[in-house]
């Protein structure tokens, strides 16, 4: 599941080209607003790893499911990194 700062249109797209079962918060307008605990546990029910590039909003709620013994797919980090060429 692709969180809503990757753009469905071009990231989402190009992996279901590719085959692959994505679904992109940006590209549903169901899914659209959803908070990140809904989010996570969209992508627990539908057994899909979230893929996110603001893992720190995600981080706290990670903290309490492991706390609480509760099991997710996973969460992937995208990162930007500076470049001073």
């Known amino acids: 599941m692709l969180d809503v700062h990757l753009s469905g249109r071009a990231v989402g797209k190009a992996l279901v080209e590719s085959g692959h079962d994505v679904r ?3 590209s549903e307008s169901v899914l659209e607003g959803m908070e990140d605990p809904a989010v996570l546990e969209l992508a627990f029910c539908e057994s899909r790893v979230l893929v996110a590039a603001n893992v ?3 981080e706290p709620l990670l903290r ?5 013994g509760r099991p997710h797919a996973g969460v992937v980090r995208i990162g ?3 470049w001073s060429g």
């Open 64 to 68: 309490k499911w492991t706390e609480e």
């Open 24 to 26: 992109a918060l940006d």
């Open 56 to 58: 720190s909003d995600f």
């Open 80 to 82: 930007r990194t500076a």
